[in-house]
């Protein structure tokens, strides 16, 4: 059976941990607005594919019409919600939260870059790590996946302990250009004692109140409540954003462990080696950061600190717009820097 490339539209894919399929190169399916790619399960022979698009929410492309044996495959180690096309961009979350909580920036990402989200380890639908979550550790499992993608440098958004993962990455040059809003890793022992009470309290109290959530999350009243602690204009956010907090704060596996090793614990090293452009940005209403990362400036070379006004912790809803000019700003930069620089894609089939 041969697909008619016509009938084929744009679609998003959801890319789930384990050994899938990749999409082989002579399908004749066309891929000029890939996305979320992945599979039912490690062993199907299918994608699971979430067309934007249309009214149906789920739909399904056979892969060559053979089993998962017959085409090279992908070994992942987290879950990832790809869109868009261009110049990659890594979208890493906080602590306690999922890929989701960068929804009120996915429009306008998705349609000028090549997204990459994934969930972190032990965090919505990616499994914990096998050893301990350091920061090390996270760095590895989201470079291994890049590496199966055919993913080299990439552009990196990151917050809270995704900002410090999005640093580890510059430092091993595999950052093009680096956004980190509100990086973990600089704080002092009595700041640090205050996060850790503050985050595990909030995963106390989440945990207990997973039932009512969902209901929650549904409202502009439930959804300030559940994430005051996070974004100054809390009552902005999206549903999508609240839910998040169950598949992060209430459920993820590895939180109190990433707490300790992807936080309390880090030191970072090694940041003089990075030489691609950063660019520090904080919440001028953060809670949770306090002054952490304008510490960062004299520790990575070039690096410029932007203060975000009235923001939170996890502003992304509370100044998308101011978010999005920086994106845009530091991976205009990069490509100005290097002009000739490419992302090195290996082939998957």
Known sequence: MSLDPGLVRPFAISVRPGRIPAIPSDTGIPLRHPTREGARQPDSPLYDVTDRSCDCSRGWIPV?????????????????????????????????????????????????????????????????LPDRPTITAIADAVTADLDEFGVGRVHVLGNSIGARVAIELAARQRARSVVAISPSGLNTPAERLYQGALMGGNRIALRRLRPLIPAAARTTLGRSALLAGLRSTPWRSSETEGRALSDGFADADAFWQMLWWGILADVPTGLDRIVCPVVLAQGTADLVAVGQTPRYLSTIPGARFVPLLGAGHAPQSDVPEAILQLVEETTAAATAERPDARTVLRPTA
Do not use: N, Q
């Not at 972190?120 to 914990?128: D, E, K, N, T, V």
């Open 64 to 128: 060559g019409g053979g089993h998962s044996g017959t085409h090279p495959t992908m070994t992942l180690r987290l879950f990832w919600d790809r869109a868009g096309a261009g110049e990659p961009l890594l979208l890493l979350h906080g602590i306690g939260s999922t890929h989701d909580d960068f929804v009120a920036l996915r429009p306008r990402l998705d349609a000028r870059y090549r997204v990459l989200a994934p969930d972190l380890p032990g965090h919505g639908r990616s499994p914990a």
